[in-house]
Nanobody, 120 residues
């Protein structure tokens, strides 16, 4: 499985951005996918996850109500719609695939990351 994240950029606080993660290899619709982020000087943390069918999602408390994870299995692509962005959302965002399915927290495949900068 290969993952490629893109869509990052510079946005003002309160603005929106949509990230995409294109996947190749395996059967995309069968596996859970997730977004993580790593802020400067901090550890990488979980942001959101979505199951293969797209009917189960999970979010970190810090992004609930502002971010929406989704996927288009016909396009082998996952998305992260980010609204009401805050300076503390500034980070490199990574897409990832876990070793198993929903509920598994060990990840085996990672995209290269896309940088999001939110100015105040």
């Amino acid at each position: 499985v290969q993952l490629q994240a893109f869509g990052g950029g510079l946005v003002q606080a309160g603005g929106s951005l949509r990230l995409s993660c294109a996947a190749s290899g395996g059967t995309f619709s069968s596996y859970t996918m997730a977004w993580f982020r790593q802020a400067p000087g901090k550890e990488r943390v979980f942001v959101a996850a979505i199951n293969g069918g797209g009917d189960f999602t999970k979010y970190a408390d810090s992004v609930k109500g502002r971010f929406t994870i989704s996927r288009d299995n016909a396009k082998n692509t996952m998305y992260l719609q980010m609204n009401s962005l805050k300076p503390e959302d500034t980070a490199v965002y990574y897409c990832a695939k876990p070793k198993g399915n929903w509920g598994v927290t060990e990840y085996e495949y990672w995209g290269q990351g896309t940088k999001v900068t939110v100015s105040s």
